[in-house]
C-alpha cells in the first residue's frame, strides 16, 4: 500500500513523496481495474455514500464510483459546466467502480468478510488472481490514501509516478515529469507534445500545415477522486479555412496510466480532396533525458538520446497498437497508439526520432501516423501513456494491460473484462 505525502517546493512546484510500504503482495504495476455496476447487480440502486471496498483482510482500499449519464457522459461535480445533477447518488447499471490492482491481494484460507452480504471481485492476470470485496456497509472506514493530486487553476496533475502540466485550451500536456524510485521530486523529462499536422489539399496541390496551436480543447467540467482524474473538454481543429471538427473528449489519468481518447469524423471521403497525410506526436525530451533511451521493442530499435550526433529517421511501421518507450533502465513512460482507422490505410506511418530537437530539446521521439484515402465515417484515436518506476519491464507490463484486459469473475461465479479501457467519449 502506498501513502502519500504532498508537499510544496520551493518555484511553487508541487511533488510526491511515496513512503511505499511492501506488504505480501509487493510492490505492482498499478494496473487500474473498472467494474460497472451491471457486473454487481445486488447492489444496483444503493445509495453510492454507502458503498465501501475491502482487501480480504478487511482493510479499506482507495477506490470511487462515477456515475455515467444515459447518453454516455460521466458526471462530473467540478467546474463552470459540472454537471451533478445528471447524477442520481445511486449505483446504476452503467456507472463505474474504479480501484487498483495495486490494492487487492491474493485470498487465503480465514479471510474474507464476515459480518455482511459483500461481494467478492477477482481479478485475474496470467496465472495470477486478486480479490476485493465491494461492501453496502457506511460504518466501514473509508481508505484514506488517493493516489491523485489535481490543481485545476494550474492545470497540473501529480501522482507518485508522474506529473503532467496542461496546456490551457489544450488536450496535451506542456511539461511532463518521472519519479525515480526513492525520490521526493521528478525529473522533469519532457518540455512539450509536439503535434505536426501536414497534408495537401486541393487534389495535392496546396501543402497545408498546423502544429498543436491549432488543436483547442476546452475543458469546463472535470472530476477528481482518489484513483483517478477525469477531464471533459470540448474539442474542436481550428484549421484555418477549413470547416473545423468538434467532439467531446475524456483525459482521463490514472495513477500510472493516462488515456486520451479522441473522435475523429470525416465528413467525406479523405482522399477525395486531400493527399499525402500525416500527424505527428512526439515529446519533446529535455536535458534531464540524456542518460534516457527511445526504444521499440518490436522492432529491436535502442536509440540513446543523449549522444551529440544528430539523427533525423523514420522506422516504417503501422504504429497502431504498437509500443515504445523512453527509459534510463529504472525510471521513464511508454506509449501504446490504438486507432480504429484501418492498418491498410496507414501505409507510411512508423516512429520517428530527431536529435536534437528544434524546440528546445536534445531529442523528439514518437510517431507518424499517416492517412491514406479514408473513407467517410467516425474514427477513433486513443492515446496510453503509462508510467513506471520499475524500468521496461514494469512499461511493458502497463502496455499489456492495455491491449490485453485482465477478468473479472464476481462471486466466484460471473466473469467479464477489465473495462478500464472502455472509452465513454462521445462525439459531437
Same mark, same amino acid.
Given at each position: 500500500?502506498? +501513502?502519500?505525502? /504532498?508537499?510544496?517546493?520551493?518555484?511553487?512546484?508541487?511533488a510526491v513523496a511515496a513512503s511505499i510500504i511492501l506488504t505480501a503482495h509487493?510492490?505492482?504495476?498499478a494496473e487500474p481495474v473498472v467494474i460497472t455496476g451491471q457486473m454487481v447487480?445486488?447492489?444496483?440502486?444503493?445509495?453510492?455514500?454507502?458503498?465501501?471496498?475491502?482487501?480480504?483482510?478487511?482493510?479499506?482500499?482507495?477506490?470511487?464510483? =462515477?456515475?455515467?449519464?444515459?447518453?454516455?457522459?460521466?458526471?462530473?461535480?467540478?467546474?463552470? =459546466? @459540472?454537471?451533478?445533477?445528471?447524477?442520481?447518488?445511486?449505483?446504476? *447499471?452503467?456507472?463505474?467502480?474504479?480501484?487498483?490492482?495495486?490494492?487487492?491481494?491474493?485470498?487465503? !484460507?480465514?479471510?474474507?468478510?464476515?459480518?455482511? $452480504?459483500?461481494?467478492?471481485?477477482?481479478?485475474r492476470r496470467g496465472r495470477e488472481s486478486r480479490t476485493v470485496y465491494l461492501? =453496502?456497509?457506511? +460504518?466501514?472506514?473509508?481508505?484514506?490514501?488517493?493516489?491523485?493530486?489535481?490543481?485545476?487553476?494550474?492545470?497540473?496533475?501529480?501522482?507518485?509516478?508522474?506529473?503532467?502540466?496542461?496546456?490551457?485550451?489544450?488536450?496535451?500536456?506542456? %511539461?511532463?515529469?518521472?519519479?525515480?524510485?526513492?525520490?521526493?521530486?521528478?525529473?522533469?523529462?519532457?518540455?512539450?507534445?509536439?503535434?505536426?499536422? &501536414?497534408?495537401?489539399?486541393?487534389?495535392?496541390?496546396?501543402?497545408?500545415? /498546423?502544429?498543436?496551436?491549432?488543436?483547442?480543447?476546452?475543458?469546463?467540467?472535470?472530476?477528481?477522486?482518489?484513483?483517478?482524474?477525469?477531464? %471533459?473538454?470540448?474539442?474542436?481543429?481550428?484549421?484555418?479555412?477549413?470547416?473545423?471538427?468538434? !467532439?467531446?473528449?475524456?483525459?482521463?489519468? &490514472?495513477?500510472?496510466?493516462?488515456?486520451?481518447?479522441?473522435?475523429?469524423?470525416?465528413?467525406?471521403?479523405?482522399?477525395? /480532396?486531400? *493527399?499525402?497525410?500525416?500527424?505527428?506526436?512526439?515529446?519533446?525530451?529535455?536535458?534531464?533525458?540524456?542518460?534516457?533511451?527511445?526504444?521499440?521493442?518490436?522492432?529491436?530499435?535502442?536509440?540513446?538520446?543523449?549522444?551529440?550526433?544528430?539523427?533525423?529517421?523514420?522506422?516504417?511501421?503501422?504504429?497502431?497498437?504498437?509500443?515504445?518507450?523512453?527509459?534510463?533502465?529504472?525510471?521513464?513512460?511508454?506509449?501504446?497508439? $490504438?486507432?480504429?482507422?484501418?492498418?491498410?490505410?496507414?501505409?507510411?506511418?512508423?516512429?520517428?526520432?530527431?536529435?536534437?530537437?528544434?524546440?528546445?530539446?536534445?531529442?523528439?521521439?514518437?510517431? *507518424?501516423?499517416?492517412?491514406?484515402?479514408?473513407? %467517410?465515417?467516425? &474514427?477513433?484515436?486513443?492515446?496510453?501513456?503509462?508510467?513506471?518506476? =520499475?524500468?521496461?519491464?514494469?512499461?511493458?507490463? !502497463? @502496455?499489456?494491460?492495455?491491449?490485453?484486459? @485482465?477478468?473479472?469473475?464476481?462471486?466466484?461465479?460471473?466473469? /467479464?473484462?477489465?473495462?478500464?479501457?472502455?472509452? *465513454?467519449?462521445?462525439?459531437?
Amino acid at each position: 500500500m502506498a +501513502s502519500l505525502l /504532498f508537499r510544496s517546493l520551493p518555484g511553487g512546484v508541487i511533488a510526491v513523496a511515496a513512503s511505499i510500504i511492501l506488504t505480501a503482495h509487493g510492490f505492482a504495476a498499478a494496473e487500474p481495474v473498472v467494474i460497472t455496476g451491471q457486473m454487481v447487480p445486488s447492489m444496483i440502486g444503493t445509495p453510492i455514500q454507502r458503498l465501501r471496498m475491502t482487501d480480504p483482510t478487511g482493510v479499506s482500499i482507495p477506490f470511487q464510483v =462515477d456515475e455515467v449519464t444515459e447518453v454516455g457522459e460521466y458526471v462530473c461535480d467540478k467546474g463552470e =459546466d @459540472a454537471n451533478p445533477e445528471q447524477g442520481n447518488g445511486l449505483l446504476d *447499471r452503467e456507472d463505474e467502480i474504479v480501484f487498483l490492482w495495486e490494492d487487492a491481494l491474493r485470498e487465503t !484460507a480465514g479471510t474474507g468478510p464476515e459480518k455482511d $452480504q459483500a461481494i467478492s471481485i477477482a481479478i485475474r492476470r496470467g496465472r495470477e488472481s486478486r480479490t476485493v470485496y465491494l461492501h =453496502d456497509n457506511p +460504518s466501514i472506514e473509508l481508505s484514506s490514501v488517493e493516489y491523485i493530486a489535481y490543481n485545476h487553476d494550474r492545470e497540473l496533475i501529480e501522482t507518485p509516478w508522474f506529473y503532467a502540466q496542461f496546456g490551457h485550451e489544450r488536450f496535451h500536456f506542456t %511539461r511532463a515529469g518521472v519519479r525515480p524510485p526513492g525520490e521526493v521530486g521528478y525529473v522533469d523529462l519532457t518540455h512539450e507534445l509536439r503535434i505536426w499536422i &501536414y497534408l495537401k489539399a486541393l487534389w495535392g496541390l496546396l501543402p497545408v500545415q /498546423f502544429d498543436e496551436e491549432n488543436l483547442v480543447c476546452m475543458v469546463k467540467r472535470y472530476k477528481v477522486g482518489p484513483i483517478r482524474l477525469i477531464r %471533459r473538454g470540448d474539442f474542436h481543429l481550428k484549421l484555418g479555412f477549413l470547416k473545423g471538427s468538434h !467532439a467531446a473528449v475524456n483525459q482521463i489519468c &490514472y495513477p500510472q496510466v493516462v488515456g486520451v481518447p479522441v473522435f475523429v469524423h470525416m465528413p467525406f471521403r479523405f482522399g477525395n /480532396f486531400f *493527399r499525402d497525410a500525416f500527424i505527428e506526436m512526439t515529446p519533446v525530451i529535455s536535458a534531464q533525458g540524456k542518460k534516457y533511451a527511445f526504444t521499440v521493442p518490436k522492432h529491436l530499435v535502442t536509440i540513446p538520446l543523449g549522444s551529440p550526433e544528430p539523427v533525423d529517421t523514420l522506422i516504417p511501421a503501422v504504429p497502431n497498437n504498437g509500443f515504445m518507450s523512453v527509459h534510463n533502465g529504472t525510471t521513464g513512460y511508454g506509449w501504446v497508439l $490504438q486507432t480504429t482507422m484501418p492498418d491498410s490505410l496507414l501505409g507510411g506511418s512508423g516512429y520517428l526520432l530527431n536529435r536534437p530537437s528544434s524546440r528546445s530539446g536534445i531529442a523528439e521521439c514518437g510517431f *507518424r501516423l499517416s492517412i491514406n484515402d479514408l473513407p %467517410r465515417g467516425d &474514427y477513433l484515436i486513443t492515446n496510453w501513456v503509462m508510467f513506471s518506476s =520499475d524500468g521496461p519491464a514494469g512499461l511493458l507490463d !502497463a @502496455a499489456r494491460g492495455i491491449e490485453n484486459n @485482465a477478468r473479472i469473475i464476481i462471486n466466484g461465479k460471473r466473469s /467479464f473484462s477489465n473495462r478500464f479501457t472502455r472509452v *465513454r467519449t462521445q462525439n459531437r
